[in-house]
């Protein structure tokens, strides 16, 4: 008998991960390349996607039924058949459907359950699904939102630093940026910055988060100031659900995942205003969501009978 098995794409910023699960939804092999994020690159982000997909349906004897990918940067790019018609045109034709990062990451966090889900790392955004329809908040990249991401603290952080720095006053986010830009004055630190791609600007949060924890203010007020504006993201999401409203939210990326800071007083935020709100960390396999996609929404690059 030929192996069944459908393929779950996670593409994000940094790097893509394509894992193969069989019918009864047990991993069967993964792969992964470089990033997947099409707003950025778009002929180098479908590259990576159908590069990790094909070196499973390479190693993997049996049949792939389907492949979904969850694609950052698709809410920016839009026309999602297109998208996975490109995709199924480099694959072998084989069915596909492309969503975005966050909603994959919606399916795979509430394993097919009605609820929300919160995505903070390099961007950020808010789903939420209630009978099958889907409320997304947020979301509008790195320069028309992405509140409580990576990218937004460090870039909050910056301005931080070169106000203190204009009116000379004292504020440790100056040293920290600096040492990180390799400069003497943090005015120099600019010119690196507008060099950088959001991956590599959204990894310096976690020295602002570091600096945050030992009790420096400055920073903190960093961290609070996004972690309230992703909350009011969450909150808009929440108000639109129809009554009875789910209240499981999961929340995945590497900012939720390893910022308590910021995540505690996201948390305290949206208790003031819905307080039977559930949180629950995801286990970040995103790729997983393809096992709770009832969508028939699979689109070939060319028309099969």
Not at 94 to 107: C, E, F, K
Request: aromatic fraction near 6%.
């Amino acid at each position: 008998m030929t192996l069944k098995y459908q393929i779950g794409v996670d593409a994000g910023g940094t790097h893509t991960t394509a894992i193969a699960y069989d019918t009864a939804g047990r991993e069967l092999n993964r792969a992964e390349s470089g990033p997947g994020q099409i707003n950025a690159d778009y002929e180098h982000g479908i590259g990576n996607i159908a590069d990790a997909i094909n070196e499973l349906i390479n190693e993997i004897d049996g049949d792939c039924m389907r492949v979904l990918c969850g694609i950052a940067g698709l809410s920016v790019v839009g026309n999602a058949p297109l998208v996975a018609a490109t995709i199924s045109s480099k694959i072998g034709n084989l069915p596909t459907r492309a969503i975005t990062d966050s909603l994959l990451a919606l399916y795979n966090g509430l394993k097919g359950e009605d609820g929300g889900l919160v995505i903070a790392g390099t961007g950020s955004v808010f789903n939420g699904l209630q009978k099958g329809s889907i409320i997304t908040t947020g979301g509008y990249g790195s320069l028309l939102g992405d509140e409580g991401s990576g990218y937004a603290i460090v870039v909050s952080a910056m301005k931080s630093a070169l106000l203190s720095w204009d009116k000379r006053e004292e504020n440790a986010l100056i040293p920290l940026f600096n040492n990180l830009f390799k400069v003497d004055n943090i005015s120099d630190a600019t010119a690196k910055f507008y060099k950088l791609v959001p991956a590599e600007v959204a990894a310096m949060a976690v020295n602002v988060a570091k600096l945050a924890d030992s009790g420096d203010k400055d920073a903190t007020a960093v961290i609070h100031e996004q972690a309230l504006l992703l909350a009011r993201d969450i909150i808009n999401g929440l108000d639109r659900y129809e009554k009875p409203k789910p209240m499981k939210i999961a929340l995945t990326g590497s900012v939720l995942a390893n910022n308590q800071m910021l995540r505690d007083f996201m948390i305290d935020r949206i208790h003031t205003n819905y307080p039977e709100a559930e949180f629950s960390i995801s286990n970040g396999e995103n790729a997983r969501g393809v096992i709770y996609d009832k969508s028939k929404d699979y689109r070939y690059f060319t028309n099969h009978n």
